[in-house]
């Protein structure tokens, strides 16, 4: 049973559903098994949500009993992160701030995977309302790396990566601001993707960046990916940001003619120097494969990478100290202990509450964002840091003009040690040097293993690399992964 689960895809559950293999509660009971089993070594799941699963997968049996037409999604088990509200479950956003809070409704991305049946086995670990790139930032407990125990599973979407990866769901949803989708991915050697700005309703994700934010599949394949995202995109009256992009046949059924055409541009500046050996050799073997599929390489230019990082850390921590404001002790859930007795000042009940609930980072990005936006340095970073962001999306429109899509390492490294970088924020944040500029240019990326899993040495860390596409050509990078996943190594 345990390599039955490990080895389960999205598209191998639904055959053998449809084929009466095996009933959806037999296998959601089976995975709480193994996740009961294993996951105590690992840390993936913050809540599980056994009920709610049984709920979810006896009405996929009943679907299959009566012989519906089923959908690709009815009785999978996913994995949600837990900055996802699913109504009447808890929702922390792995701080201490929401420990006691149940969310009231389901965020849009829920909603609509319910509507396909799918299975929800539990919330997962993540760093503390997603800020950081290792999960360690997480108010409970540090995610372990399923390849290598020792080492972090990357973040923030660091539990819901290393729960696929260590088979303990089919796939997840994770969220990704400037890398928390792809990065992880990266780390524990799975599929993840960061979907166009606008593609994916935000309505129910815990705001960090909303200028940013996106919610996205995390799975062990491609197909998978494609399979996920089409059934969490579209227009949504409740993101007035979110657009409907049509997204068509060609995302489950990409055309191998027609990928064989694309342009693969490699930007200089994601080449030059600081990434490490390991990192750079799987970045040529990536390059190989695809040209043995037929695509063509061409050098881009993306000169104000330099200014990603800088501008992130101005633009993200302002929006950070607006979006988390509205957890003033008082709203949402409150924290047990201390003074907060409701007796005394206001003021003092918040600075109380705030103080216990929210970790070193959420400190620290608060008063770093009130500082940027404060008056008298506005014009100086925030204004600046949006003019910044200006260049870097033209310098990406720039690039496309010659490229169809983009390929460039996902991060500098495999996965780095536990403990290695909490100490020191700043060469945390360099984990994302390679991913943030998609962002802020509002552009869909995937990470993809350069390698299967079963093609890694003992010993070998896994590592990704990102294709990055045109805004709403998701099929692109997609269509270009399946047929790479597709080669022999
Ligand atoms: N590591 C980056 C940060 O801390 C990205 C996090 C994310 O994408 N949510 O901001």
């Known amino acids: 049973m345990e390599d039955l689960l490990r080895n389960l895809t999205i598209r191998t559950f639904r055959d053998g559903l449809a084929a009466k293999k095996f009933s959806a509660l037999e ?10 089993a294993r996951d105590g070594g690992i840390g993936a799941y913050l809540t599980l949500t056994e009920d709610l699963a049984a709920r979810g997968a006896e009405a996929a049996d009943l679907a299959v009993a009566k012989g519906d037409d089923i959908g690709d999604l009815a009785g999978v088990p996913l994995a949600v992160k837990d900055a996802i509200l ?74 819901s990566a290393a729960a696929v990866a260590a088979g303990l769901a089919i796939a997840a949803l994770g969220s990704d601001t400037g890398g928390s989708i792809r990065q992880p991915a990266s780390f524990c050697g799975v599929v993840g993707l960061n979907p166009t700005y606008g593609a994916v309703s935000r309505n129910g994700l815990i705001a960090m960046t909303s200028s940013m934010d996106q919610i996205g599949p995390i799975t062990k394949t491609v ?110 859930a409150r924290l047990a202990g201390g003074r907060a007795d409701g007796r005394g000042a206001l003021g003092e009940l918040y600075r109380e509450q705030k103080g216990r609930g929210f970790g070193p980072e959420a400190k620290r990005r608060i008063i770093l964002g009130a500082f940027v936006l404060s008056s008298g340095h506005y014009d100086a970073y925030y204004e600046k840091a949006q003019r910044v962001r200006t260049l870097i999306a033209r310098d990406f429109d720039e690039a496309f003009r010659k490229a169809d899509i983009l390929l460039t390492p996902v991060a500098p490294t495999p996965a780095f040690k536990i403990g290695e970088k909490a100490a020191d924020p700043l060469s945390m944040y360099l984990s994302d040097v390679f991913t943030i500029p998609v962002k802020l240019a509002g552009l869909p990326a995937v990470s993809i293993p350069t390698k299967p899993a079963r093609a890694l040495a003992p010993g070998e860390l896994p590592v990704g690399f990102q294709l990055i596409g045109k805004k709403w050509r998701e099929a692109d990078l997609l269509g270009a992964g399946t047929f790479y996943e597709q080669l022999e190594n």
């Open 86 to 159: 699913v109504a009447g479950e808890r929702a922390t956003a792995a701080s201490k701030i929401l420990e006691h809070y149940t969310a009231a409704y389901d965020a849009t991305v829920i909603r609509k995977l319910r509507a396909e049946k799918a299975v929800f086995l539990g919330k997962t670990n993540m760093d503390e309302f997603a800020m950081g790139a290792s999960t360690e930032n997480s108010a409970f407990q540090i995610t372990r790396n399923p390849r290598d125990p020792e080492r972090v599973p990357g973040g923030s979407s660091g539990g």
């Open 27 to 36: 296998i959601a009971q089976a995975f709480f098994e193994i996740i009961k």
């Open 223 to 332: 197909e998978d990916a494609a399979i996920l995202f089409r059934a969490i995109a579209g227009r949504d009256p409740m993101d007035a940001t979110t657009a409907d992009a049509r997204y068509g046949e060609e995302l489950l059924n990409p055309d191998l003619r027609k990928i064989k055409e694309l342009v693969v541009g490699l930007p200089e500046e994601y080449f030059s120097g600081g990434i490490a050996p390991e990192v750079a050799r799987e970045m040529e073997r990536a390059i190989g494969k695809l040209k043995s599929l037929g695509l063509r390489f061409k050098p881009v230019s993306l000169p104000h990478t330099k200014y990603g990082l800088s501008c992130y850390y101005i633009a993200v921590p302002a929006e950070v100290s607006s979006n988390l404001a509205r957890f003033d002790g008082i709203r949402y």
